[in-house]
């Protein structure tokens, strides 16, 4: 059974500061990994997505690399600011169907 | 563009009441279909999901039932709520085929009192 562990859990930074977000997974046999930003209160919205044949992602100051042997993913955050405070999830995609399982998430908080 | 929609946003239930949560997607045919539930404390966990109508899977056992009455449209019912079905429920589409990213709605807090 797929199990998809981040860390930390929690995470304070003052603004301006580059960051990194891990995010673990016990079966290598994935078909994609994708993160997401949840606001309080709010759904999910998708950040990046890494096909498993894929190392990396980018997407403005954000990106993601995958390495898939070994079970991990890293998200990473250039020039934090306070409107990136939120919650990232990870989740993973096995390859049956495309039902993706989360991990518990890194709660972010970036001071002024 | 492809837009998904969750009604209600927010419901107080008490325990025993039916429940009826819907969501629909625009701008899409034939999307695969997922309802997620997220309990305080506890991680996002995958419902049901469906690959078409009257094609719709269970992932755990509950008190809770699907429906996709038509093609863009997914329903999440329960006949008697129960207080462990209090949470934070998040219907999502995806292309249907494989390996595509899920898109999520706003989501239904639902508390049952």
């Known amino acids: 059974k797929q199990e998809v562990t981040q860390i930390p859990a929690a995470l304070s930074v003052p603004e301006g500061e580059n960051l990194v977000l891990n995010c673990s997974f016990t079966?290598?046999?994935?078909?994609?990994l994708q993160w997401f930003r949840q606001d309080p209160g709010k759904g999910l919205t998708s950040l990046l997505l890494?096909?498993?044949?894929?190392r990396e992602q980018t997407s403005g100051r954000l990106n993601a690399s995958l390495d898939k042997s070994s079970g991990r993913s890293t998200l990473y955050i250039a020039a934090s600011q306070p409107g990136d405070s939120a919650t990232y999830l990870c989740?993973?995609?096995?390859?049956?169907?495309?039902?993706?399982?989360f991990g518990t998430g890194t709660r972010l908080l970036v001071s002024p | 563009s492809q837009t998904i929609h969750q009604w209600p946003a927010t419901l107080v239930q008490p325990v025993g009441s039916p429940l009826s949560l819907e969501c629909t997607v625009e701008?899409?045919?034939?999307?695969?279909l997922y309802w997620y539930r997220q309990a305080a404390g506890r991680g996002l966990q995958l419902l049901f999901y469906?690959?078409?109508?009257?094609?719709i899977s269970s992932e755990v056992p509950q008190n809770l039932s699907a429906s996709r009455p038509q093609d863009r449209q997914f329903i999440l019912s329960s006949k008697k709520l129960l207080l462990s079905d209090s949470g934070f429920y998040l219907c999502?589409?995806?292309?249907?085929?494989?390996?595509?990213?899920?898109?999520f709605g706003p989501g239904t807090r639902l508390t049952v009192t």
């Open positions: 999502a589409w995806s292309t249907s085929g494989g390996g595509y990213e899920q898109y």
């Open positions: 079966d290598s046999a994935i078909y994609n």
């Open positions: 890494i096909q498993s044949s894929q």
């Open positions: 989740a993973v995609t096995g390859t049956g169907f495309q039902k993706l399982v």
């Open positions: 701008g899409t045919s034939n999307p695969n």
């Open positions: 469906s690959i078409g109508i009257d094609q």
